[in-house]
Each structure stands twice: as C-alpha cells, then as structure tokens.
C-alpha cells in the first residue's frame, strides 16, 4: 500500500518560514513527478510546486513563486516545500502528491497519489 505522510505544518506569523517533508512507503517514486497542492477552506485544490525524477525541473504556481522551493530526496523517497516570507493567503491543507504527467498539471484529477495533509496557518 502506498502511503504519502507530511509533516512540518503549523501556525506561523506572516513573514516566516515553514518546511514541509513528505515521506513515501510502500513504492518508490524515484523516476515519478512529485508536487504539492493546498486547499484553503471554501476553495478548490490549487497546484503549489511540482519537481521530476531527476531533480531539476520544476514548476511553481505564480502566487508562490520566488518565495516557496521544491526539492525531494530520491534516496530517501521524500520530497519537501521549503516555504519563505510566508502570507495569510497562504493559509491551506497542504498535499503532497505524486505519479503526475510529466508536464506538471495543475489538474488534481491527474495526480494518482495523495498525502492526507499537513495545516498551515498563517497569522496577519
């Protein structure tokens, strides 16, 4: 069984950081695309940052861009979201997914594999 487990959330001031890790069992998502996406209360599921196999390309959402980075460990089968100058709008349920296309859609429908969420809360 697979199973993608995050870690890292929690309430933090506007302006600071937050590191998100998502560890994965049961299968190894080395050669995979790996992302994250957040829901906010009310809102869709909105694609965060996604990264391939080899580690180098990414892709952001423009609302996170130059502020929010992606990068896994393949050894460790994890991936993490290193969150700087954080904002209230950027308060959401943070996902962690993997087995997307290679073109990194935003489209939630197209990711096979999701984390059950880690909170973050950012206070204005």
């Known amino acids: 069984q697979v199973q993608l487990v995050e870690s890292g959330g929690g309430l933090v001031q506007a302006g600071g950081s937050l590191r998100l890790s998502c560890e994965v069992s049961?299968?190894?998502?080395?050669?995979?695309?790996m992302g994250w996406f957040r829901q906010a209360p009310g809102k869709e599921r909105e694609f965060v940052a996604g990264?391939?196999?080899?580690?180098?390309?990414?892709s952001y959402a423009d609302s996170v861009k130059g502020r929010f980075t992606i990068s896994r460990d393949i050894a460790k089968n994890a991936v993490y979201l290193q969150m700087d100058s954080l904002k209230p709008e950027d308060t959401a349920d943070y996902h962690c997914?993997?087995?997307?296309?290679?073109?990194?859609?935003?489209?939630?429908?197209?990711?096979?594999?999701w984390g059950q969420g880690t909170q973050v809360t950012v206070s204005s």
């Open positions: 997914v993997a087995g997307g296309p290679y073109y990194f859609t935003v489209s939630p429908s197209l990711w096979p594999y």
């Open positions: 990264i391939r196999g080899n580690g180098v390309g990414t």
């Open positions: 049961g299968r190894t998502f080395g050669s995979d695309v």
